[in-house]
């Protein structure tokens, strides 16, 4: 079955350390894209990668980092510079075909907790 | 200015009904697309039923629908005869063609639709 996968699904961290989510997909999409929701909000972008080994800031990327170096495959580092990182992670894909009727599909979620 | 407005931040209804859920936007690019996505309590964002802009008629995907009035600039999604599994938050989302931001996704805040029994 194609789809998107995120792990962990639960994830603690204690103050000052980094953590890194893990997002795979086998859609064989393009363009993969991290989102961040707090509680009883909208989603907000961190980063996206349109193709191999290049990405792109969204509206809230600081203390946030990310590497594209497989078609499958966009990890999310949440740095110790990010002050405030308890949230829920999507990732999601897309095929980013340059129109607006592009889709982008979820992973089920990442919930992170700073202790 | 808010470009995705949704002004039901809760609903309930009552089982078997049909549900409106309001969404209103606002662009000025000719060419853009219109989603709206669920999500349950386990959180994963599901792709429910998209309109574009040039589209003729309303999109319907099963018991969803999208009235989509273009002058007014509302997209709102029917649900018919409702079901206890349609309890969840959605959200509707936009894109726009040619002047957005590198086709990054516009979200909405979200309506959290409950439904009784």
């Known amino acids: 079955d194609g789809g998107i996968t995120q792990s962990p699904k639960y994830l603690f961290r204690k103050e000052g350390q980094n953590v890194t989510l893990s997002c795979e997909q086998n859609l064989n999409h393009d363009a993969m894209y991290w989102y961040r929701q707090d509680p009883g909000q909208g989603l907000r972008l961190i980063y996206y990668?349109?193709?191999?080994?290049?990405?792109q800031k969204g509206d809230i990327a600081e203390g946030y980092s990310v590497s594209r170096e497989k078609k499958e495959s966009f990890p999310l580092t949440v740095t110790s510079a990010q002050k405030n990182p308890t949230a829920f992670y999507l990732c999601?894909?897309?095929?980013?075909?340059?129109?607006?009727?592009?889709?982008?599909?979820f992973g089920p979620g990442t919930r992170l907790t700073v202790l | 200015a808010q470009k995705i407005t949704q002004t039901q931040p809760g609903m309930f209804v009552q089982e078997k009904e049909a549900v409106t859920l309001d969404c209103t936007y606002d662009?000025?690019?000719?060419?853009?697309?219109l989603f709206w996505y669920k999500q349950p309590s386990s959180g994963e964002m599901i792709f429910l039923i998209y309109q574009g802009s040039y589209d003729q008629q309303n999109a319907t995907e099963g018991r969803y629908s999208l009235n989509f009035q273009k002058a007014r600039k509302s997209a709102n999604l029917v649900i018919s005869a409702s079901q206890l599994g349609d309890s969840a938050m959605y959200f509707c989302?936009?894109?726009?063609?040619?002047?957005?931001?590198?086709?990054?996704?516009?979200w909405g805040a979200g309506t959290k639709l409950i439904i009784k029994p």
């Open positions: 662009t000025s690019d000719p060419s853009y697309g």
């Open positions: 990668s349109q193709i191999v080994n290049d990405f």
């Open positions: 989302a936009m894109r726009e063609g040619q002047m957005g931001s590198n086709y990054q996704l516009i």
């Open positions: 999601a894909s897309s095929t980013q075909r340059r129109i607006a009727r592009d889709t982008q599909y």
